[in-house]
């Protein structure tokens, strides 16, 4: 996906005059948020759970390379392949040669942010293949033509209404012209349409949320079964996976679960849970023909050891995005690329580059919650911070921004003036502030807050310049 | 405490620049408290700001020149108390971050950081208060800011208090763990994503059916106050602090004196 993130100030401004977004968006921040709290507090070992998945994880990041050479022996052994890809460019480039072999014409997609992070559907339809997404978010954003605004909802901007308009235009050549209405009727409609795309497929492409070194399995959690069907049914199914979500056996991948699903949803385990392990074998009734692990690193490796190889341990629940004020204010769209909300905040400028992604990391009131629910107690705030220390180094912000801040810091490092300034603006406001009913509906030089809101006016005099006069109270 | 076991603790106040220009009220409510819960209170002269601005902005150089002058101005008192759970957050757990790896400055921040508090917990948690003289005939909503909240793990102490005012009755906002869109440069450089936020925030607050909203952060205050007013809504908005010290005669933010 191009990074539209420069945008994201035109963007989000746009998002809050959205009606339909901005109703979309309310549901999602009740319904998530709730439903974490639910299951965090059904389960007295929550916090310890998340202990263990953050050692675990760290462990994994330490040993990285160990577990990733042993993955690959072990999907070889399985009569699978492994291929590791450096870039973006690399991975689509395997992903179109193994369609060719194949011979493909249309594949069938299961949900996969990595696949959204090498723009593969767009790269796919310009070599005259046809990806048909198969999770229902996804599908009914394949047909708005938008990309995901959500990493495990990826249509939460949607509205019901807005899907069955979307259905009722798509599906007519399907011979299907009735308009539905009812969310369990659309849902039918999608997968009756979606079966004989399963059938037609000589590919499946799936994600994965864990790779399993012991094993060389890989698994993805859904909640819908369409992944099964998108791995089961072609000649070869091919992952797509980024190299940090290794993990060491299948018990450490159990302890991942549960905090994964409890943080996302706020159900105890996701519906499906679908291991793969190497193409069909002899006397297997089904399977793929063919078993591809595409592995990204795209930057990631570049983290281990830095002050952001937190990030790696992310495991995509989404938590932080639907616990975020400002992510269920502008929805995912606003922050102009793959990963939005917090954790897209902390890891999109390492990946598109801070100059494109400057805004992310500085349009946060750094309120915290989203590193309060993080299964993984990743730091979100602090990486952002980094992010905004690095941009200040490299003069990245406005030069009216700097300004304004130096000028405020050399006041603050010098009493003197600061009280001196202080008392003859804090008089003026006092004195203007007490005729206007002690507030300003109109500031000149504060427009960016009086457009939307008053400033409360001071009361006159500053606090030290009473308590010097020696007045108590 | 100090030295002397039956000396009174020496207080630092840390009044904050924004209580300082805008509320300097908060300021003595704080002072007040503070005496009756055994203390003695100074302001040193000599305090501006926490570097807040400078630190959220990426300016380390500045911060680290900042929190220095804190601490040098700081150091000498057996407390320091904010009348806000986001500077005392920044000087409890950014300076020591800030200094990490500069030696005597590491130990100054740490040694700091760990006698700093934000108001009502330092009294509730230092001084050992467990009710207030005051008495307020109103129905009143609480807003947890982040710093506090999420920093400093205040949540109970606020309310526990607030419990003791005679006549006065808490009814509980349901988001009010939610940022309400400060965020301090957050809110001006960001101002409509702001907007939206403390518009929400507003609706819920209005929907609470309180007539007094309190919280423990002027910043939050000003920006929900300023919400409020522009909505013609019939709330009032005081500092926590106001209302434990029995200081509710002034005008409210925003209003008329
Ligand atoms: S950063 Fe944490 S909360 Fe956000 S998606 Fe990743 S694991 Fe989930």
């Not at chain 1, 042993?70 to 999907?75: A, G, N, P, Y």
């Not at chain 2, 106040?13 to 009756?36: H, I, M, N, Q, W």
């Not at chain 2, 819960?37 to 990426?58: H, I, K």
């Not at chain 2, 006549?167 to 400060?182: D, K, Q, S, Y």
Request: with cysteine; glycine share 10%; aromatic share 6%.
């Amino acid at each position: 996906m191009q990074p539209k993130s420069h945008l994201f100030k035109e963007e989000s401004t746009k998002a809050i005059g959205d009606a339909n977004l901005q109703s979309a968006l309310k549901n999602l921040q009740t319904g998530f948020v709730a439903a974490r709290a639910r299951a965090a507090d059904g389960l007295d070992e929550f916090e310890a759970l998340r202990d263990e998945a953050v050692t675990l994880k760290d462990h994994i990041l330490a040993n990285l390379d160990f577990y990733l050479e042993r993955f690959e022996e072990k999907v070889t052994e399985a009569g699978g392949t492994v291929h590791f890809c450096a870039t973006a460019e690399e991975a689509r480039q395997t992903i179109l040669e193994l369609c060719r072999r194949y011979g493909a014409k249309s594949v069938t997609k299961g949900k996969s942010m990595v696949a959204e992070e090498v723009a593969l559907n767009p790269f796919l339809e310009a070599n005259g293949i046809e990806p048909v997404e198969t999770d229902l978010g996804e599908y009914i954003i394949q047909l708005a033509k938008e990309a995901p605004s959500h990493i495990i909802g990826p249509a939460v901007h949607k509205t019901k209404e807005q899907v069955s308009d979307l259905f009722h235009e798509h599906h007519a050549k399907y011979g299907r012209t009735e308009r539905l209405t009812e969310a369990e009727d659309l849902v039918t409609e999608a997968r009756e349409v979606l079966r004989q795309k399963y059938f037609d497929a000589d590919v499946g492409i799936t994600g994965a949320n864990f790779l399993i070194a012991e094993t060389g399995s890989t698994i993805i959690v859904t909640n819908e079964g369409n992944g099964d069907l998108t791995q089961m049914l072609p000649k070869a199914h091919v992952v797509i996976s980024a190299i940090d979500k290794v993990v060491p056996t299948l018990e450490d991948v159990s302890t991942i679960l549960r905090v994964l699903a409890r943080s996302a949803t706020g159900q105890e385990m996701s519906a499906y849970t679908t291991l793969s392990t190497g193409p069909k074998r002899e006397g297997d009734l089904d399977g793929p023909e063919g078993f591809h692990v595409v592995l990204l690193d795209n930057g990631r490796s570049d983290l281990l050891g830095t002050d952001k190889q937190d990030l790696l341990r992310c495991i995509r629940c989404g938590a932080c995005m639907n616990h975020c004020p400002v992510y269920t204010a502008v929805g995912g769209h606003a922050y102009g690329w793959v990963y939005p909300g917090p954790i897209g905040a902390a890891l999109d400028p390492h990946i598109v580059g801070l100059e494109e992604a400057r805004h992310l990391p500085n349009a946060s009131t750094f309120c915290g919650r989203c590193e309060q629910v993080c299964p993984m107690r990743i730091p979100l705030p602090k990486i952002m911070r980094h992010w905004r220390e690095e941009a200040f180094e490299r003069g990245l912000p406005p030069a009216r921004e700097r300004l304004a801040l130096k000028g405020w810091a050399w006041m603050a490092r010098h009493p003197w003036a600061y009280r001196l300034a202080a008392r003859i603006g804090i008089g003026v406001m006092g004195r203007l502030g007490r005729r206007r009913g002690g507030r300003f509906r109109d500031l000149p030089l504060a427009r960016a807050w009086t457009k939307s809101r008053d400033m409360p006016a001071p009361e006159g005099r500053t606090f030290i310049d009473r308590w010097k006069a020696g007045e108590r109270g | 405490m100090s030295a002397n076991a039956n000396a009174r603790p020496r207080v630092g106040l840390f009044v904050t620049c924004l209580v300082d220009l805008y509320r300097p009220s908060v300021g003595f409510a704080a002072v007040k408290l503070l005496e009756r819960g055994g203390c003695a209170v100074d302001a040193p002269l000599a305090q501006t700001c926490c570097g807040q601005p400078a630190y959220n902005s990426g300016d380390r150089a500045d911060t680290a020149a900042i929190a220095k002058q804190v601490i040098e101005a700081f150091e000498g008192f057996d407390y320091v108390v904010a009348p806000s759970g986001s500077c005392a957050g920044m000087i409890r757990h950014h300076y020591p971050t800030l200094f990490a790896d500069d030696g005597d400055w590491a130990r100054r921040a740490a040694d700091l950081g760990a006698k700093t508090f934000e108001l009502v917990s330092f009294l509730t948690g230092v001084c050992g208060m467990t009710e207030v003289e005051a008495k307020l005939d109103r129905t009143v909503t609480y807003h947890d800011s982040c710093s506090g909240l999420r920093e400093l793990k205040i949540k109970e102490q606020p309310r526990r208090l607030l419990a003791t005012v005679d006549e006065l009755e808490l009814v509980e906002l349901p988001t009010a763990e939610t940022c309400c869109g400060f965020g301090g440069t957050f809110c001006i450089k960001y101002s409509d994503v702001s907007a939206e936020m403390v518009r929400r925030k507003s609706d819920d607050i209005q929907a609470t059916g309180a007539d007094l909203l309190l919280a423990g952060d002027m910043g939050c205050l000003l920006n929900m106050a300023g919400k409020l007013k522009r909505e013609g809504a019939d709330i009032q908005v005081r500092h926590v602090a106001e209302v434990l010290a029995g200081m509710t005669d002034g005008p409210a933010i925003g209003e008329e004196g």
